[in-house]
């Protein structure tokens, strides 16, 4: 039996969703027995389910496929963990927890979604499940209306003044600093929210913030290099219409393969460039 839309049997065609299910689903039955705590078991199983449930829905050609992925896994993260759970999900509690010696919460995440689960999936973390970004794909500017800036050094900034901001904690051995990660994650996330907005309208890109103030891209994008799973473009198909290249919010040239290919390791898979592609070469 065949799927009539594309003439793939059903099994085939969404293995790739039982696929990310079982991956999840092993990194959350590690994690619940190597650290004896359920709560491991419920949250990668929850983004699991998620990110299966979302990918299903883009096979089935549903338009909204993606943002349902990015409502349910960016406020699970920003509301449940880090406002009821009181965990500092943001660059600074990967920091705090690195200082501590604690390989739990953020140095967890951090590990699994930015440092080495790149080396898989790229940086499908900014389409799929960033907080930060689930607001600012709201705004008007889907699609860059000014060519690329040279700001990209803004992001180093922001990464070493994140560092160096519990670094100071630590060496003037302040107390209560688990109180000051919950108060830095709630002004930290405004003060995102605020130059996300503000350089979106200025730049007049939903993906300014992505592309030059993000410190979390230092971690991404040298793993994302390495990627495994890339968008391609089947050369034999490709009509040089350029369609994707307009479509693109991060401004990549999907047209060519090779690993150097311009802003590659900025590629969020959002697959716009797929769907806007009218030969399927991508």
């Given at each position: 039996m065949t799927d009539k839309s594309t003439g793939q049997k059903p099994i085939k065609k969404y293995a790739f969703v039982l696929l990310i299910f079982a991956v999840f689903e092993a990194v959350a039955l590690t994690l619940w027995l190597a650290k004896d705590n359920i709560f491991y078991l419920f949250n990668f199983s929850y983004i699991g389910v998620s990110i299966s449930l979302g990918v299903f829905l883009y096979i089935k050609k549903y338009?909204?496929?993606?943002?349902?992925?990015?409502?349910l896994v960016g406020l699970y993260m920003l509301v449940y963990l880090g406002l009821i759970c009181g965990e500092n999900m943001q660059i600074e509690g990967f920091w705090y927890y690195l200082f501590t010696g604690v390989f739990e919460a953020a140095t967890i995440h951090y590990a699994v979604a930015k440092i080495f689960g790149p080396l898989i999936f790229g940086r499908g973390w900014c389409s799929y499940a960033c907080w930060t970004a689930m607001v600012l794909d709201f705004l008007p500017y889907k699609t860059p209306r000014q060519p690329r800036k040279k700001l990209g050094?803004?992001?180093?900034?922001?990464?070493?003044?994140?560092?160096?901001?519990?670094?100071?904690?630590?060496?003037a051995k302040v107390g209560s600093i688990e109180r000051i990660m919950f108060w830095a994650f709630i002004i930290g996330n405004i003060i995102y929210y605020a130059v996300g907005i503000v350089m979106a309208f200025v730049f007049k890109d939903n993906r300014a913030f992505c592309k030059y103030f993000c410190p979390i891209s230092v971690f991404l994008k040298p793993m994302s290099y390495f990627s495994v799973l890339r968008i391609k473009c089947d050369k034999d198909k490709?009509?040089?219409?350029?369609?994707?290249?307009k479509v693109c919010p991060m401004e990549v040239d999907m047209t060519d393969n090779s690993r150097k290919r311009k802003n590659g390791t900025e590629c969020i898979l959002c697959m716009e460039c797929v769907k806007s592609c009218p030969k399927d070469a991508l």
């Open positions: 338009k909204y496929a993606r943002r349902i992925v990015q409502l050094f803004i992001r180093y900034i922001t990464f070493a003044l994140s560092l160096i901001f519990v670094a100071a904690l630590f060496l490709c009509v040089n219409c350029g369609k994707c290249k």
